[in-house]
């Protein structure tokens, strides 16, 4: 049974930094490109960073470069290291997995692909 499982979501004031985690299971978690996407109120699901196979590649959309980092490890964990939050970071955060490479466009990355996905985790940024 394939399983992704954010954790590490909460309430923090801007400028705070906040860690998210992703335990994937039931599938070869080294075959796929792990990503985090975010949907705020109101709003359409959006990407924010994916790394790839290897780890060797990240992506990151323009809205969160050099605040957040992505990461993964041998085990089936990925991370979301967000540094420096903003109150518009503020939405539940996805944990994805895809096995294609993303294509950039205006800013962001998009896939053509459904791929598998999480049950989000709840990040609030006060102002």
Known sequence: QVQLVESGGGLVQAGD???LSCVA???????YIMDWFRQAPGKER????GISWSGGKSYYSDSVKGRFTVSRDIAGQTYLQMNNLKPEDT???FCAAHWEV???RSGTYYYTSEGLWGQ???VTVSS
Do not use: H, K
Not at 25 to 31: A, D, E, I, L, V
Not at 46 to 49: D, G, H, M, P, S
């Open 120 to 122: 989000g985790t709840q």
């Open 46 to 49: 959006e990407f924010v960073a």
């Open 91 to 93: 939405a539940v955060y």
């Open 17 to 19: 930094s906040l860690r």
């Open 25 to 31: 299971s039931g599938f070869t978690f080294s075959r």
């Open 102 to 104: 993303p294509t950039y």
